[in-house]
């Protein structure tokens, strides 16, 4: 993730706790920057598995989506497995779905409210949401 870009959130967030802007145990920094940090996530996955991944003692060189969906192309084994449903269920109901801003549901109905009465809209790069947050952070105090 470092290489990939991901130093970049990392730094800037490490900045606005030091210098007292964001408190990581609130959510306003999340709703107004989650999902373009999920967005450059994804872009970095996706380069990732189309990268191609040199021949080793040990392992096939290709690309990993290939060599994960197609394993037998490359005289490889397949080694994913079936999970039972019961299972799969029971996973999910220990696990909470986030939605895609990371906030609770109120907490985000909130700020959509407030973005469509001021006609705001969300973020579409970083100083859209860093304008965005101190937005949020004067008119919900």
């Given at each position: ?28 920094h ?46 490889t ?45 969300k ?19």
């Amino acid at each position: 993730m470092r290489q990939g870009g991901g130093h970049f959130w990392i730094n800037l967030f490490k900045d606005m706790e030091s210098q007292g802007i964001v408190a990581t145990d609130n959510t306003f920094h999340m709703f107004c920057f989650t999902e373009l940090i999920q967005c450059e996530l994804d872009k970095i996955a996706t380069e990732w598995n189309q990268h191609t991944v040199r021949r080793t003692m040990e392992n096939s060189s290709g690309k990993p989506d290939i060599l994960y969906f197609l394993p037998a192309i490359h005289g490889t084994v397949d080694y994913k497995t079936e999970a039972d449903p019961p299972d799969i269920h029971s996973l999910k109901m220990m696990c909470r779905a986030s939605r895609p801003s990371g906030c609770e549901a109120d907490f985000e109905g909130a700020c959509e409210t407030l973005l469509q009465r001021n006609g705001k809209t969300k973020p579409s790069e970083q100083r859209e949401a860093m304008d965005l947050f101190a937005w949020l952070v004067t008119m919900l105090e």
